[in-house]
């Protein structure tokens, strides 16, 4: 009888050991949890293939100071400028593999993706960059961010490195002037065809490269922002520069669809937040840069700068505005006319 009892009296101490230790165990699995979210913060590989200084670049450092400030612990933010983790050419094949998390690339980049952002190419679309701007916050170009979702690729911002201007061996006032010419292009079929349109030929070149095949001949002239052709000292090498503000170069900020809905929604709520301060702030330096870049360029008197007339401008568009009718299918006459309505002529 007593061996019994106590029988009994061991199996109830077990049982209120094993409930004590299963009730102290669920106690500590959501501190476990949590010092393993700490040892493991979300890495963020953000790589881009221009310099630090540049507004891309900034905006890259920027983003990471913000995560760092605001997200410490949680995420950490690695930028990988000039190419150094991947180029031009397989920057976004290595987004769409989980090879790196954030990239800023031109928006011509993404035309094996989408045809819809061809309309940031299109010549004169645009009467300055303030239009642009204006698009960009329109329903119809914030859709377009989410253009290519369904190859993985998912947008978060529009950042902006200004307008367009032409260089070229010989002085360049009228469309016509540009017949027989040689351009550095990037890889953009509607660029292709708006020097065509001028009778012009192209090469699809890295922008790094234009120096060194325009001081060779291999090319005859190039198109840029001010700060693109002060930083590459174009120049240097280019007699002339005609100040057309034909188009923007704009990049989109990107990410992995996949990886961003992994992010927990707090956490990517505040990344948001971030990234629309760092677009502001990317786009302002832009502004800054040309300004200073231009004034710098003709304070050097290394090429002559030819602001044309209204009339001479009105000429160019007038030129290449059968591109747009061109692109029309591809883009969508419904981002076209959206495009166009942001314009206040």
Same mark, same amino acid.
């Given at each position: 009888?007593?061996?019994?009892?106590?029988?009994?009296? !061991?199996?109830?101490?077990?049982? &209120?050991?094993?409930?004590?230790?299963?009730? $102290?165990?669920?106690?500590?699995?959501?501190?476990?949890? /949590?010092?393993?979210?700490?040892?493991?913060?979300?890495?963020?590989?953000?790589?881009? %293939?221009?310099?630090?200084?540049?507004?891309?670049?900034?905006?890259?450092?920027?983003?990471?100071?913000?995560?760092?400030?605001?997200?410490?612990?949680?995420?950490? %933010?690695? %930028?990988?400028?000039?190419?150094?983790?991947?180029?031009?050419?397989?920057?976004?094949?290595?987004?769409? =593999?989980?090879?790196?998390?954030?990239?800023?690339?031109?928006?011509?980049?993404?035309?094996?993706?989408?045809?819809?952002?061809?309309?940031?190419?299109?010549?004169?679309?645009?009467?300055?960059?303030?239009?642009?701007?204006?698009?960009?916050?329109?329903?119809?170009?914030?859709?377009?961010?989410?253009? &290519?979702?369904?190859?993985?690729?998912?947008?978060?911002?529009? *950042?902006?490195?200004?307008?367009?201007?032409?260089?070229?061996?010989?002085?360049?006032?009228?469309?016509?002037?540009?017949?027989?010419?040689?351009?550095?292009?990037?890889?953009?079929?509607?660029?292709?065809? +708006?020097?065509?349109?001028?009778?012009?030929?192209?090469?699809? &070149?890295?922008?790094?490269? /234009?120096?060194?095949?325009?001081? @060779?001949?291999?090319?005859?002239?190039?198109?840029?922002? *001010?700060?693109?052709?002060?930083?590459?000292?174009?120049?240097? %090498?280019?007699?002339?520069?005609?100040?057309?503000?034909?188009?923007?170069?704009?990049?989109?900020?990107?990410?992995?669809? $996949?990886?961003?809905?992994?992010?927990?929604? +707090?956490?990517?709520?505040?990344?948001?937040? #971030?990234?629309?301060?760092?677009?502001?702030?990317?786009?302002?330096?832009? =502004?800054?840069?040309? !300004?200073?870049?231009? /004034?710098?360029?003709?304070?050097?008197?290394? $090429?002559?700068? #030819?602001?044309?007339?209204?009339?001479?401008?009105? /000429? *160019?568009? $007038? @030129?290449?505005?059968?591109? *747009?009718?061109?692109?029309?299918?591809?883009?969508?006459?419904?981002?076209?006319?959206?495009?166009?309505?942001?314009?206040?002529?």
């Amino acid at each position: 009888m007593q061996a019994s009892r106590r029988s009994i009296c !061991n199996r109830k101490g077990m049982c &209120m050991f094993k409930s004590l230790l299963c009730f $102290t165990l669920a106690a500590l699995l959501p501190c476990a949890a /949590a010092l393993a979210d700490a040892k493991a913060p979300i890495v963020i590989k953000f790589s881009h %293939v221009v310099g630090e200084d540049t507004p891309k670049g900034k905006g890259a450092l920027l983003f990471k100071q913000l995560v760092e400030e605001r997200l410490e612990g949680a995420v950490v %933010v690695e %930028v990988y400028p000039n190419s150094t983790l991947f180029g031009d050419a397989d920057e976004v094949g290595a987004l769409r =593999e989980g090879k790196v998390q954030m990239l800023a690339p031109s928006l011509s980049k993404f035309e094996a993706y989408t045809k819809q952002l061809q309309v940031f190419d299109l010549p004169f679309l645009f009467d300055d960059l303030e239009a642009v701007k204006r698009f960009q916050k329109r329903d119809k170009s914030r859709e377009l961010l989410h253009s &290519m979702s369904a190859q993985g690729i998912y947008g978060l911002a529009y *950042w902006n490195n200004g307008m367009k201007q032409l260089t070229a061996n010989r002085e360049l006032r009228k469309p016509e002037d540009a017949k027989g010419l040689v351009f550095r292009i990037q890889p953009s079929s509607v660029l292709e065809a +708006q020097f065509g349109q001028l009778g012009a030929k192209t090469v699809k &070149m890295p922008f790094a490269e /234009a120096f060194k095949a325009l001081q @060779a001949g291999t090319i005859q002239g190039t198109e840029g922002p *001010w700060s693109n052709i002060a930083s590459q000292k174009v120049d240097t %090498v280019q007699p002339f520069i005609s100040e057309l503000n034909h188009g923007s170069l704009s990049y989109m900020l990107v990410s992995s669809k $996949t990886f961003w809905a992994s992010i927990p929604y +707090q956490v990517r709520s505040e990344l948001e937040a #971030i990234i629309e301060e760092v677009s502001y702030s990317v786009s302002k330096d832009a =502004e800054t840069l040309n !300004n200073n870049a231009r /004034a710098g360029i003709i304070a050097a008197g290394k $090429t002559q700068v #030819i602001t044309l007339t209204a009339q001479e401008r009105a /000429a *160019w568009r $007038t @030129a290449l505005s059968p591109v *747009w009718k061109t692109y029309e299918a591809e883009i969508g006459a419904d981002v076209l006319r959206a495009a166009q309505a942001v314009n206040r002529r």
